[in-house]
């Protein structure tokens, strides 16, 4: 059985059409992210236990 994949992206989208932003998707156990101008190429995976870092880091880069 095949998952349907529900990605949803950032509220950080920005203007115009919103797709210069990442978007996210609950993967069974696992969060994926990947380039919402180029959803066909890789995507990373994390699990929920390291994506919550994964976000605080980026956050604190962009100060």
Known sequence: M???VRWR???YSGGGDGNTCVE?????????VRDS???DRATLTFTA???????????ETRH
């Open 24 to 32: 996210i998707a609950d993967l069974d156990i696992h969060i994926g």
């Open 37 to 39: 101008k180029a959803p």
């Open 49 to 59: 236990a390291a994506f919550l870092p994964f976000v605080h880091s980026l956050k």
């Open 2 to 4: 095949n998952q349907v």
């Open 9 to 11: 992206k950032s509220s």
